[in-house]
Nanobody, 121 residues
Framework: QVQLVESGGGLVQPGGSLRLSCAAS????????MGWYRQAPGSQRELVAA???????NYADSVKGRFTISRDNAKNTVYLQMNSLKPEDTAVYYC???????????????WGQGTQVTVSS
């Protein structure tokens, strides 16, 4: 079984910063893309940022220039550095990963449990 465990959420004032981490563990053969999504109350879950196995990033327009996604393949961990936070960034943030659990060419998508980020004065 595979688990994704997030950490780093919390309450921050507008203009502040937070760093989210998500570590994958369990029966992992390899990890392809990893990403961060968020869901605000009453809204659909949306992609925030994603990163390929070769560390090529992709960002939602709303976070470009403020958020940075990175990964440590040795630790099976993805990070999201969030700077210049705005109240509209308030949401539950979820990480996900596309994972091969063995040598067969099949991948599965796993999700973390979510971590709350609240931007408020």
């Amino acid at each position: 079984q595979v688990q994704l465990v997030e950490s780093g959420g919390g309450l921050v004032q507008p203009g502040g910063s937070l760093r989210l981490s998500c570590a994958a563990s369990g029966s992992i053969f390899s990890i392809n893309a990893m990403g961060w999504y968020r869901q605000a109350p009453g809204s659909q879950r949306e992609l925030v940022a994603a990163i390929t196995s070769g560390s090529n990033p992709n960002y939602a327009d709303s976070v470009k220039g403020r958020f940075t996604i990175s990964r440590d393949n040795a630790k099976n961990t993805v990070y999201l550095q969030m700077n210049s936070l705005k109240p509209e960034d308030t949401a539950v943030y979820y990480c996900n990963a596309v994972i091969r659990v063995d040598s067969r060419p099949y991948t599965y998508i796993y999700w973390g449990q979510g971590t709350q980020v609240t931007v408020s004065s």
